[in-house]
């Protein structure tokens, strides 16, 4: 129970977005910033009240596919969203 308490206190969350977060976290990446603040308090409630031994674990082909979402899906549509920020067009039409 002490250690559940641990990994569901702010600090123990905190600690567990900086390392599975560690690039966004070094690159400053605002977006995850936002979406982690958002996530953070809902997440630790439904933690503390599930208990984590009732969470599956998931399966090293969930994280590949969230690990390719993160590193290959996310960064697309952002080139998409913003393509004079990242140098994208053309810059012979700007």
């Not at 599975?20 to 603040?37: C, I, N």
């Not at 984590?52 to 952002?78: C, H, Q, Y």
């Not at 998409?80 to 994208?88: E, I, N």
């Amino acid at each position: 129970r002490e250690r559940e308490d641990r990994l569901t206190s702010n600090e123990g969350l905190a600690e567990s977005f900086r390392r599975t977060h560690a690039r966004e976290v070094g690159e400053a990446d605002e977006f995850a910033a936002s979406l982690w603040g958002r996530v953070r308090d809902p997440l630790r409630d439904g933690m503390r009240s599930l208990g984590l031994g009732n969470f599956p674990k998931a399966t090293e082909g969930e994280v590949a596919e969230l690990r390719r979402i993160l590193d290959e899906e996310i960064p697309s549509l952002r080139r998409m969203a913003s393509p004079t920020h990242f140098g994208t067009r053309n810059r012979g039409r700007e």
